[in-house]
């Protein structure tokens, strides 16, 4: 897939190609019209390329949104100040639909830059495994693992790669259901890669090894490989693989792996970047994840698979033992949720307030941040 030309327009209409052989198409209208459709509620926070922002949209009857204001920088803006990692997002989710994918509701420029309108979610699977509260049972995180796996399935159906997951991009909905989110590091693949992708993909802990080893030319396996990472936190609550830099997180995977050698890799040492660490054996996992049951560790053998051919697909791990045999999955709707944050819900308890004393909010200053209270911001990547 190619992002062709963009180029602005009137209205602040801009026009995305995938090809020069195919249409355009227009992902942008009336930044007037638009920014008057959303409240701004308060400030959520922000990440390496984006602000956050919980509005209402006034058209839908108030209902919240989240609005995430995507900024400029040189690595990712093109010559006409848009931002890449933006279009290719708004590209892909304009292409994709399914329950466990975040789905975009709305798009528009301002100021030069692109807007995304998402479903408001209260809560991340961060949250979920860091809030002690929470009792993560066999059930719950076979319900966890399932959506995850289903949502991961249709984007490589789609020949999507996500390339960035983790559990703060992974959303919980208030009934329960996993949404995959933040496709700015998602792009197509081929069946068989010949084109080369960027390895500086992936937060560091949930990076597949051939990635530090400068690979290429990957596929479904680094998703898979970050599957794999997430159902291990489910179970410890704590990342499998942390680490500060790349040479000690290939050191941290080999402590746990072992270290690859041609029989259980044949090709890592093709890679362009390739070097040798002092030979370790593997850890059994049934000493690692001491409350997973055999199904459950023979997935994760297979997910966590140095060689990156071993992993199968998002199908295959579907139909492991694990899906099908007892506890069957929570039901997503019992799933246990972390109440909103101290800062959002009195952030919101405060402008309910406000909405009931005082004239309601200019809609046009939804984005302008200058004027608001302070407020926590939220967590951010925990790994870079």
Request: glycine share 6%; proline share 8%.
């Amino acid at each position: 897939m190619f992002l062709g030309d963009i180029r602005a327009g009137d209205l602040g209409v801009f026009r995305l190609s995938r090809h020069p052989s195919l249409p355009s198409m227009d992902i942008f209208v009336d930044e007037t019209q638009k920014n008057r459709r959303y409240e701004k509620v308060c400030y959520l926070g922000e990440g390496q390329f984006a602000n956050v922002f919980l509005a209402r949209d006034l058209q839908r009857g108030g209902c919240l949104v989240a609005i995430k204001k995507v900024k400029a920088g040189p690595r990712w803006v093109l010559a006409d100040g848009m931002n890449l990692s933006a279009i290719r997002e708004v590209k892909l989710l304009r292409e994709i639909e399914h329950p466990n994918i975040m789905g975009l509701q709305d798009v528009f420029s301002q100021d030069f830059g692109i807007c995304l309108v998402f479903e408001f979610m209260e809560s991340d699977l961060e949250a979920v495994i860091q809030d002690a509260s929470i009792v993560l049972t066999p059930a719950n995180i076979k319900s966890l693992s399932l959506q995850l796996l289903k949502g991961v399935e249709y984007l490589h159906a789609q020949w999507i790669l996500h390339r960035d997951l983790k559990p703060n991009n992974l959303f919980l909905s208030p009934q329960g259901v996993v949404k995959i989110g933040d496709f700015g590091l998602a792009r197509h693949f081929a069946a068989s890669p010949s084109r080369p992708m960027t390895h500086q993909v992936a937060t560091r802990w949930y990076r597949a090894p051939e990635l530090f080893y400068g690979c290429t030319q990957y596929g479904v396996g680094i998703d898979l490989w970050a599957v794999g990472c997430i159902i291990a936190e489910f179970l410890l609550r704590v990342p499998l693989f942390p680490a500060d830099c790349d040479l000690s997180q290939l050191a941290k995977i080999f402590e746990v792996t072992g270290t690859p050698d041609a029989t259980v890799w044949p090709d890592v040492a093709r890679l362009q970047t390739y070097l040798t660490f002092e030979p370790r054996p593997p850890v059994p996992f049934s000493q690692i994840f001491t409350a997973a049951g055999d199904d459950l560790i023979a997935l994760l053998y297979t997910l966590l698979s140095l060689d990156p051919d071993q992993r199968g697909t998002a199908t295959s791990a579907l139909a492991s033992p694990y899906f099908k045999n007892r506890p069957l999955p929570t039901p997503e709707s019992q799933l246990p949720r972390p109440k909103l944050s101290h800062s959002v819900a009195g952030t919101l308890q405060q402008h309910q307030h406000q909405r009931q004393v005082v004239a309601p909010l200019d809609p046009v200053a939804l984005l302008d941040a200058d004027d608001l209270p302070p407020t926590p911001p939220m967590k951010r990547a925990r790994a870079v």
